[in-house]
């Protein structure tokens, strides 16, 4: 991959009824070349809103992929990567980090009514996630605007040691102290 193609990758930080989220802009070479921050609501239905709205007021044209920290920030505020596609124009790659047999239990132990309802249609509107092999880690990959061997390829060059790829470490890492700063004020 050339060492310019930049992704921004989207992780979260949360506390009380909001969420964090940060965009981090990162190049292959691993320069960091911007931030974008949001906020969502615990437990809401705002996660996927935020992001595009983060996307348009990032407004970067040599964003070339959109990397999430999975599927369910902000306590199942869940993420609809089919519409974050269709609405920003970019490939979507959501990276989740531990195997699971799904969400679709706990959603059922957490949620009823409504609430249960658009939570499981849009869990089940979401690509399966595939096993990914990375620096001897292995991350599960979900991936909509590319193919499996696009997004496994992708994670890997944005990742140099460990499992987690470098637009969302850097991301992790400014949402925590974004977060940080909010709570105290």
């Known amino acids: ?18 969420s964090t989220l940060c965009g981090a802009v ?6 960091v070349d911007g931030f974008v921050f949001g906020r969502c609501t615990v437990g809401g239905r705002d996660a996927t809103a935020t992001v595009i709205e983060m996307v348009d007021r990032l407004d ?15 306590w199942f505020n869940l ?3 089919p519409r974050l596609h ?15 047999s799904g969400l679709e239990a706990t959603l059922r132990a957490e949620f009823d009514g409504d609430a249960l309802d658009w939570r499981l249609a849009t869990y089940r509107a979401q690509p399966p996630r595939e096993r990914v092999t990375v620096n001897d880690e292995t ?3 979900r991936q909509v605007g590319c193919d499996h061997e696009a997004a496994r390829e992708l994670v890997r060059a944005f990742t140099p040691e460990g499992g987690r790829p470098e637009p969302l470490r850097v991301a992790r890492l400014a949402a925590r102290a974004a977060d940080a700063e ?4």
């Open 1 to 18: 991959m050339k060492s310019g193609v930049r992704a921004l990758g989207i992780a979260e930080s949360f506390s009380g009824k909001q």
């Open 26 to 31: 990162v190049r292959a070479s691993r320069v």
């Open 60 to 74: 970067r044209a040599d964003v070339h992929y959109l990397i999430l920290a999975g599927i369910a920030p902000a």
């Open 79 to 81: 993420f609809d990567l």
């Open 86 to 100: 269709d609405e920003t124009g970019l490939p979507v790659i959501a990276v989740t980090f531990e195997d699971s």
């Open 139 to 141: 991350v599960f990959v």
């Open 182 to 185: 909010f709570d105290v004020q």
